[in-house]
């Protein structure tokens, strides 16, 4: 049974930081890539990120240089550390097998509010 669970989102002033995780269980990732995805209001969901099982890490231009993923192989565990937050980055964040579109392959999301 494949799981994903997102953790560590929440409410923070412009500026500041916060440390998503995904806790995931059913499957293994020892190849191909996961992501991290959003949900702005009003938005259509977005891709944020790819973490590849051999290190490889991409981002979408608008998170470079603030936001940084990470994967913790001995816990099935794939963080997203978020720094100097926007207003514009409010929303649902989850992390997603692939095709991440397919609403089967995230989970249930974790709300980053930025105020």
């Known amino acids: 049974h494949v799981q994903l669970v997102e953790s560590g989102g929440g409410s923070v002033q412009p500026g500041g930081s916060l440390r998503l995780s995904c806790s995931f269980s059913g499957f293994t990732f020892k190849s191909g890539y996961m992501n991290w995805i959003r949900q702005r209001p009003g938005k259509r969901m977005e891709w944020l990120s790819s973490?590849?099982?051999?290190?490889?890490?991409y981002y979408v231009d608008s998170v470079k240089g603030r936001f940084t993923s990470s994967r913790d192989t001995a816990t099935n565990t794939l963080y997203l550390q978020l720094d100097n937050l926007k207003i514009e980055d409010t929303g649902m964040y989850y992390c997603?097998?692939?095709?991440?579109?397919?609403?089967?392959?995230r989970g249930q999301g974790t709300q980053v509010t930025v105020s």
């Open positions: 997603a097998r692939n095709p991440w579109n397919d609403v089967n392959n």
């Open positions: 973490i590849y099982s051999d290190g490889r890490i």
